[in-house]
């Protein structure tokens, strides 16, 4: 089982990207004016498989940002605040100025992923973590990155995005809302407590933009990245009208 991991190469490859660059654990790629640096990622797996995946931390002009994604405490405690991966960061690259993260709470049975059948068979029944990044843990891991602002992505949707339980924040079902998150640390106590540390908190949804704003501040534009059909019309033009051949 520690044998298995992601063909990303392949699936990269059949996307069109020609040019794949694989990191493990703490090695860099080095840019124009930066790095990459790549972080290990914990969590997201029910079944406890191990697969190595990264976050990456990018190092860019004096200024760092922890793109942490998915990553959340396995089923056994360990994650990257209490393994010393951030402080480590902290240390060689400075304060991350910002960390992107989701803050989702989610267990489920193992026998609901879809590997299932690779977890022991009498633990079918048992619950595990599927991204279950618990405030208290976003507590420790911004106050271990220095970090400024705090980027809630992946559960903000957008107007033109169809509905889905992962966009929790979209505002637009406040029931879903309510049933979804009814048993997770309450996101305004996180709000309150990361500003404890000095570190704001953006509740993003799909094409803010965050950038680095004036005297050294990071800012979040709202309205500012194009939508997808003008994306759209840069290249195939105006798109197809419903219905129509």
Known sequence: RRALFYDYQALLGGLGFTRVVELAHGETWAFESGVVV?????????????????????????RNILIH?????????DNAVKDGVIDELVRRYG???????????LLELRTFAAYACLSPPGRWLEVGENCCVTSE????????????LFVAYANGGADWLSEHPVF????????????????WWPLDTLKEKLAESGC??????ALDIVRQGPDDTTEVLLTAAPL??????????????????
């Open 168 to 183: 929790v924040f979209s505002g637009r079902n406040q029931a879903l809302r309510e049933l979804v998150t009814a048993h």
């Open 69 to 77: 994604v998915d990553s959340s405490p396995t089923n056994s405690g």
């Open 95 to 105: 304060p991350i100025e910002v960390v992107f993260a989701q803050p989702g709470q």
């Open 200 to 205: 704001r908190t953006h509740f993003s949804r």
């Open 38 to 62: 790549s972080v290990p990622f914990y969590g997201e797996c029910s079944c406890e498989l191990g697969i190595p995946r990264n976050c990456y931390l990018i190092a860019d002009r004096g």
């Open 228 to 245: 997808p059909d003008q994306l759209y019309r840069l290249d195939p033009g105006d798109p197809p009208v419903p219905g129509c051949t």
């Open 137 to 148: 843990y976003l507590t420790q891991l911004v106050a271990s990155a220095k970090a400024r």
